[in-house]
């Protein structure tokens, strides 16, 4: 069965430092994967995606991931925290038949001044 | 552009009560999903509709009823709410497999 693995819960950071969330993934196939963000109160938006293409992902705000199929891994990083990056962040992968997504349970990202 | 929209944005329901969660979707996708999210446990999915027509269970749908209306519109029914079913709900749509699902802003919903 397809699982996703968020290993951190909770990760705290300074601003202006470097940004790590970690993700690994299981799966019997090529899935494509997808890191999610939700800011307090708000709905999920789309920060990047993975669909066998690049292994390097470059998404919104300044975030990147890389897909490392021997690590079976798809960690989130960006060089340089800002106030506004605190929120949750899933890492997610597609079922096999493409059609739902597999949710992490999510890491939260506190950023301080 | 609207995107994906629900209504209600809250509700407090009284055990037993039923609702419907209404979901609609101005992108033309093909595929409409509910999802729950609880503190801890990230986006679990109910319910998906893959096409006009079609409708699936998904991880957790024990309590729920959905209704594929028409391609816009994919609505969530609970027949006799429980308070296990207080929780964060989210609709979400996509054109087709493994493309972005794009998510409405959610309904909080309290069952006492």
């Known amino acids: 069965a397809q699982s996703v693995t968020q290993l951190d819960s909770h990760v705290s950071v300074s601003e202006g430092t470097p940004v790590l969330l970690r993700c690994n993934y299981s799966s019997s196939y090529s899935p494509s994967l997808f890191w999610y963000v939700q800011h307090p109160n708000k709905g999920l938006q789309l920060l990047l995606k993975y669909t066998s293409a690049a292994t390097l992902v470059k998404g919104i705000n300044g975030f990147e991931a890389e897909f490392k199929k021997s690590e079976t891994s798809f960690h989130l990083t960006k060089p340089s925290a800002h106030m506004s990056d605190a929120a949750e962040y899933f890492c997610?992968?597609?079922?096999?038949?493409?059609?739902?997504?597999?949710f992490g349970k999510g890491t939260t990202l506190s950023v301080s001044s | 552009n609207a995107g994906v929209t629900q209504t209600p944005k809250f509700q407090v329901l009284k055990t037993g009560q039923s609702m419907t969660l209404q979901c609609a979707q101005d992108?033309?996708?093909?595929?409409m999903y509910w999802y729950r999210q609880d503190p801890g446990m990230g986006l679990r999915l109910i319910y998906y509709?893959?096409?006009?027509?079609?409708?699936d269970k998904g991880e957790v749908p024990n309590g729920y009823n959905v209704s594929r209306l028409n391609k816009r519109e994919f609505s969530l029914r609970l027949e006799s709410a429980a308070p296990s079913q207080t929780s964060v709900y989210f609709c979400?749509?996509?054109?087709?497999?493994?493309?972005?699902?794009?998510f409405g802003p959610g309904t909080r919903l309290l069952v006492l």
């Open positions: 992108m033309n996708h093909n595929s």
């Open positions: 997610v992968v597609s079922d096999p038949r493409g059609t739902a997504l597999i």
């Open positions: 979400a749509s996509t054109q087709g497999n493994q493309e972005t699902q794009y």
């Open positions: 509709s893959a096409s006009e027509g079609t409708t």
